[in-house]
């Protein structure tokens, strides 16, 4: 390790100037976290990604001490293969990267509710399509008893992807009833093989699709929990409104705003307790990950049941690979967890 540390904040890019400046909204964006750094005297860097950039940012990488990556595996490059073989090799060189991408590949994909269904925190009667001929002939198994299933594609983000659906009406090939996630979705009637055909596309190369059972987050809504290794470092609570059905057939009314606290938040030391000390060695002893190994910021979505059902939670799906926004309270942690890796990989 350097004298004074740096350390790489890599974000989606434009694609029109590979190796471009930082944008104003970039800067903006990484603020706090530039801030942070710089006060725990290291030196951060924004670097911006694309694809077409990827042996400047490789190179410039290879001179930092770490680098924490911000980068959606669906929303600033096709998929995320250029860029994690750049990052594992990065990596292997002595540079300290959060998320790693074998990390995300554990954690950070909708297989996460597949191996963590013996868990407490599942709703279980989780399955796996691997073709859309799969989805077509088990999906009317699984809601002949009238309830709802959600389906989500292997890899996504921002509710793309993520359907419920509930029958409608009889037959071989039966009326559903679908509303995907993304925002002013409406719900929609069709065919089950015209939406199994639809859904194409999520079983491209090693793609699939998880089903889990429907459980509304009303009234009691979703809690985000903030992680920095196996330490919570904070909440965000927010009434979620993606996957309820409206009563004239529209889009679902618009979530409230997600509001963040620190992990101090009385009312919720119970979720805190039960993270810390029941489902994240579980995680780690199911996936094989260190605690050192965990992203030095990552959350997990829960549907929480009322205070006194403590129980009743249901994890929907970790969040690894471009977790921001985060409370105010996660960022000590964040970058002191950053140094103590350098510290331990110099």
């Known amino acids: 390790m350097r004298m004074i540390p740096h350390v790489a904040v890599v974000y989606s890019g434009d694609a029109s100037v590979p190796g471009s400046a930082p944008s104003a909204h970039a800067q903006h964006r990484f603020q706090g976290v530039c801030e942070e750094f710089e006060r725990q005297g290291i030196i951060p860097e924004l670097i911006p990604y ?27 490059v096709d998929n995320r293969a250029v860029l994690d073989a750049m990052l594992r090799e990065v990596a292997q060189a002595g540079v300290f990267v959060s998320a790693h991408p074998d990390t995300i590949l554990k954690i950070g994909t909708k297989d996460v509710l597949v191996q963590t269904q013996e868990m407490s925190w599942s709703s279980g009667d989780i399955h796996v399509y691997h073709s859309v001929e799969e989805l077509h002939r088990q999906l009317p198994v699984r809601l002949a008893d009238g309830s709802s299933r959600v389906l989500k594609q292997f890899r996504g983000n921002g509710g793309s992807g993520v359907w419920r659906v509930a ?31 639809a859904c194409a596309p999520y079983f491209e190369g090693e793609g699939r699709m998880i089903d889990q059972p429907f459980r509304s987050p009303v ?17 965000g609570r927010q009434h ?56 030095v910021i990552w959350d997990a979505d829960l ?4 205070a006194d059902e403590e129980t009743a939670c249901t994890l929907c799906e970790i969040n690894v690979s471009c977790v921001s926004p985060f409370p105010d309270s996660a960022l000590p942690k964040l970058v002191t967890a950053t140094r103590r890796r350098i510290q331990a990989t110099s």
């Open 50 to 76: 694309r694809d077409e950039a990827v042996d400047e940012v490789r190179h410039a990488l290879r001179g930092m001490d770490a680098a924490l990556i911000w980068v959606n595996p669906l929303d600033a």
């Open 167 to 197: 029958l409608s009406g009889p037959g071989e090939d039966p009326m559903i009833r679908v509303l995907h996630a993304l925002r002013d979705a409406p719900v929609r009637e069709m065919r089950l093989r015209d939406f199994a055909t």
């Open 219 to 235: 009234p009691n809504g979703m809690v985000r929990c903030y992680m920095t290794h196996a330490e919570v470092v904070g909440f």
């Open 240 to 295: 979620v409104t993606a996957l309820v059905w409206s009563e004239n057939g529209g889009a679902p009314p618009p979530p409230e705003p997600r509001q963040y606290c620190d992990a101090s938040q009385p009312e919720l030391q119970s979720l805190k307790s039960r993270m810390e000390s029941e489902w994240l060695p579980q995680l780690q002893h199911i996936l094989d990950i260190p605690a050192e190994s965990l992203p």
């Open 303 to 306: 549907l929480c049941g009322p």
